[in-house]
Each structure stands twice: as C-alpha cells, then as structure tokens.
C-alpha cells in the first residue's frame, strides 16, 4: 500500500515556514510503503542528523530530549523531504536513463513550486547524496563535491528562483555506500553549523 508523499511544512498546522528541502534520490520500498523518509532499516540518514545536531542548529531554542528524531519532527522544525523522482525501489541504479531525463524538468517545476508559496521560506536545497544532484545537469556532472555547492553551478533549465537558493550536497546515509563515517558525517555537521549561523544572523535582524 502506497504512503508515500512529499512531506512539506505546513504553517496552518503550526509548523515553521520551510527553509530547507531535502531531496532523496528516489523512495525506498519501505519509504514508499509507510510514508515515512529514509525508513529502510540500514539508511543512516536519522542517526546522522542526530550526531550532527541538525534539528537544533535551526531553532533558536533547544528542543530539549528527544527520544526519536523523524521526518514529522523536523517537518515541525521548517526542513521537508521529497525525492528526484517518485518511484520505489532499493536500487538507485536500477532508475533508467530515460527516467533520469524524462524527470529533470517535472522535478524543477515541482520544486519552484514548493519556493513560490506563500508559506515558503525556502532558503536552500540539501541533496541526500550526490547522485541525484549530478542527474540535474545534462549531460549528467561527471563529479562533484559535498557540503555548499558555488552559485555559479546550477543547471540552465532551472527556474531563477531555484538558481538563487543555496546548493547543499550531503553525503550518501545508504549502508551501501562506501565512505568512512567521518567523512559521511562531515557535510551534515557542516551544514548543521550553518544553519546555526544563519538563525543567529536572523534573530539579530530582527532585533535591530
């Protein structure tokens, strides 16, 4: 039975204003089946945000104990969660090239969208692993960095709203992916200080 949706704050049911978007590269079978993101058992995902301190990093209190951090907890919090393309599967690979082309554009539109509410505050976009960011591009980049990607790097059929967001590319969570743990942690923690940062300067606005 299908679950599956995107998952985007909503201001009418309390949640903070969306500024940050995590895009999967396509759901998991378990994904798929209970609605919830990165749900397959060896997706690392959860305890990367927990060992980062992500959720916190973004409010300007402390959430205090938490005993499970999940996808309607950060919801919550203004992050949301969709994919590249919306079709099940464990195997990121067994997607076709046609699929990958035929999706580059119906993702864009999508995703401006999700910018252009009125709700939205969308300030940056966090690709879960590089493969779907390479697939943007066509043809395909043959390689790319992870953490805060140059401005100047945006896909040409992107919309100008997309192309003025902030590019974050996070290490694979996938138990499949070959990396050391630091290294996968590293973007997350990167990207946790960021948002830290960034909610500093924001309330110092606001204070002026």
């Known amino acids: 039975m299908q679950n599956y949706q995107a998952k985007i704050p909503n201001v009418e049911n309390g949640d903070l204003p ?73 195997d990121a690979n067994a997607i076709t090239r046609s699929e990958i082309e035929s999706n580059r554009t119906i993702f864009a539109q999508r995703i401006e969208k999700y910018a252009n509410d009125i709700n939205s505050g969308l300030k940056r976009i966090c690709f879960v692993g590089k493969k779907q960011w390479k697939q943007q591009f066509a043809p395909n980049l043959s390689k790319c960095g992870h953490g805060l990607q140059e401005p100047n790097m945006r896909p040409k059929h992107w919309p100008k709203i997309l192309c003025n967001l902030e590019i974050w590319v996070l290490a694979s969570p996938s138990g499949r992916a070959v990396i050391s743990a630091s290294e996968r942690l590293e973007s997350y923690q990167k990207l946790a200080q960021h948002l830290e940062n960034a909610n500093v300067d924001d309330n110092s606005r606001i204070n002026q």
């Open 18 to 90: 969306m500024h940050t978007l995590f895009i999967g590269h396509n759901p998991s079978i378990a994904t798929w089946q209970t609605g919830h993101y990165f749900a397959n058992p060896t997706n690392q995902f959860w305890k990367l945000v927990g060992k980062s301190d992500l959720l916190n990093s973004a409010t300007s209190f402390e959430i205090g104990e938490i005993t499970s951090i999940d996808d309607d907890l950060m919801i919550s919090r203004g992050f949301g969660f969709t994919d590249f393309i919306e079709k099940p599967g464990n």
